[in-house]
């Protein structure tokens, strides 16, 4: 059974930085894309990153792509999100998910496996 479990969310002021974390266990050995969903308060999951297999490709929707970074430890069977300058509207429910197989994943249909989100607010 595949699991994720996202840890580093809380409560910042405007400017300031996060780093979430998420690990996965349960079929970890197979190849696998993942990526960071957000989700605001009577909104839509929006796409935030996408990381693949290699490490290495990697894609940011344009209204993070200077401020936040995404890595992954396989070793670890763990992918982070580091988040800076952080703006009240990066706030909401952050969910880290995992699809099968190489390359990106830019959307929710493309994941099978999600975590319980964790969340992130920041105020002006």
């Known amino acids: 059974q595949e699991q994720l479990v996202e840890s580093g969310g809380g409560s910042v002021q405007a400017g300031g930085s996060l780093r979430l974390s998420c690990v996965a266990s349960?079929?970890?050995?197979?190849?696998?894309?993942m990526g960071w969903f957000r989700q605001a308060p009577g909104k839509e999951r929006d796409f935030v990153a996408t990381?693949?297999?290699?490490?290495?490709?990697?894609y940011l929707t344009d209204s993070v792509v200077d401020r936040f970074t995404i890595s992954r430890d396989n070793a670890k069977n763990t992918m982070y999100l580091q988040m800076n300058s952080l703006k009240p509207e990066d706030t909401g429910i952050y969910y880290c998910?995992?699809?099968?197989?190489?390359?990106?994943?830019?959307?929710?249909?493309?994941?099978?496996?999600w975590g319980q989100g964790t969340q992130v607010t920041v105020s002006s």
């Open positions: 998910a995992r699809g099968p197989g190489y390359g990106l994943g830019l959307t929710v249909p493309q994941y099978t496996t």
């Open positions: 349960g079929g970890t050995d197979s190849v696998n894309y």
């Open positions: 990381i693949a297999w290699n490490t290495v490709n990697k």
